[in-house]
């Protein structure tokens, strides 16, 4: 079973799955869907759509130099079968899978790493410009004009009707 890759995002196609254009000089295209298929055709670079690997990969959101990548990548040498090579080889992929998502997760979040001082620093800054909205508490508690007045509800609890039959 053969696993493609879509020209346009950069997602697997699996068999059955979707579009195959051949140009007229016989290049072959898969798309993964429709919407691949149409931005295809309206032209579009995948580096500058935003949902694309490409995109991800050219602005830092994905990682981009990576050995564990070198094992997904494709390979048209046929090999004789061993049992032995393709034991140790489903090993493997468990092994580089684990390493490859703990890569992931450090990438993230050394990228996230700077966005709680940043969200901080702009926090503040909204304070500090909209501060002459914002009251103390020790004003409040002197202005009483200041605050929403407290209304005491009472509620009662019906009681049950006893003694009386159930009329149907």
Same mark, same amino acid.
């Given at each position: 079973?053969?696993?493609?890759?879509?020209?346009?995002? *950069?997602? !697997?196609?699996?068999?059955?799955?979707?579009?195959?254009?051949?140009?007229?000089?016989?290049?072959? %295209?898969? %798309?993964?869907?429709?919407?691949?298929?149409?931005?295809?055709?309206?032209?579009?670079?995948?580096? &500058?759509? &935003?949902? !694309?690997?490409?995109?991800?990969?050219?602005?830092?959101?994905?990682? !981009?130099?990576?050995?564990?990548?070198?094992? /997904?990548?494709? $390979?048209?040498?046929? /090999?004789?079968?061993? $049992?032995?090579?393709?034991?140790?080889?489903?090993?493997?992929?468990?092994?580089?899978?684990?390493?490859?998502?703990?890569?992931?997760?450090?990438?993230? *979040? /050394?990228?996230?790493?700077?966005?709680? *001082?940043?969200?901080?620093?702009?926090?503040?800054?909204?304070?500090?410009?909209?501060?002459?909205?914002?009251?103390?508490? *020790?004003?409040?508690?002197?202005?009483?004009?200041?605050?929403?007045?407290?209304?005491?509800?009472?509620?009662?609890?019906?009681?049950?009707?006893?003694?009386?039959?159930?009329?149907?």
């Amino acid at each position: 079973m053969r696993l493609e890759k879509c020209w346009f995002c *950069s997602s !697997t196609v699996y068999p059955g799955h979707g579009i195959q254009f051949v140009r007229n000089d016989a290049k072959v %295209f898969r %798309f993964c869907r429709s919407k691949c298929h149409k931005n295809f055709k309206m032209k579009r670079n995948p580096r &500058k759509v &935003k949902w !694309t690997k490409a995109y991800r990969r050219l602005n830092g959101k994905d990682m !981009t130099q990576d050995s564990t990548f070198e094992f /997904e990548r494709k $390979r048209n040498r046929p /090999e004789r079968y061993d $049992r032995n090579l393709a034991e140790n080889t489903l090993k493997a992929i468990k092994k580089i899978d684990k390493i490859r998502v703990a890569r992931e997760e450090r990438h993230h *979040s /050394e990228r996230m790493s700077g966005k709680r *001082s940043k969200e901080r620093k702009e926090a503040a800054v909204e304070l500090e410009q909209g501060i002459h909205m914002v009251k103390a508490p *020790s004003v409040l508690a002197q202005d009483q004009s200041l605050t929403l007045p407290k209304i005491q509800v009472r509620v009662s609890q019906p009681q049950a009707e006893k003694n009386q039959p159930m009329e149907e």
